[in-house]
Each structure stands twice: as C-alpha cells, then as structure tokens.
C-alpha cells in the first residue's frame, strides 16, 4: 500500500516533465537522487526551464501554498487506496 502511495505522488513530477517536453524517467530519477543524498535535497522540484530539468526551489523562492499540498496528498491518498482495493 505505501508503494501505491509513492507512485501516487510521483504523477506530479512526471506530469510536469512530461509537459514540458523533458524526459519525465530522467527528471525522476535526478530527483531522487537529489532527495536521498543531500540534506537540502528536500528542496529540489521539477524545472521546466533548465536542460537538467531540477532546480532547488528554495533558491529560486518557489513556494506553493499549503493548500496545493493538501489536496495533492489527499488525491494520492485516494487514488492508492482506491488502487489497493479495487
């Protein structure tokens, strides 16, 4: 089930770089990497504008409202529950 939950949530990424016309398995995995080796990692998202397609979104004062990030967790909690059990 937390599996379903984390393919859930990496729709987002995906999506984006899709897009936008990136390489959505090669902005997904740069943004692994990014999130397990570093500290700041947290901070890095997808770039639509850049070749590497990530940016620190800290650095660049990309900030989204908490009520973007409670309903995209609320949408993933759904579709992965409802992925579960159907």
Request: charged residues 20%; contains cysteine; aromatic residues 10%.
């Amino acid at each position: 089930m937390i599996s379903a939950f984390a393919k859930s949530l990496e729709v987002i990424p995906r999506t984006l770089a899709d897009n936008a016309g990136l390489d959505s398995v090669c902005v997904l995995i740069k943004l692994r990497q990014k999130h397990a080796n570093s500290k700041e990692g947290k901070w890095f998202g997808v770039d639509i504008t850049s070749k590497s397609g990530i940016c620190d979104a800290y650095e660049k004062f990309i900030w989204e409202p908490m009520i973007v990030r409670m309903n995209a967790l609320i949408a993933a909690t759904e579709v992965s529950l409802w992925s579960v059990f159907s």
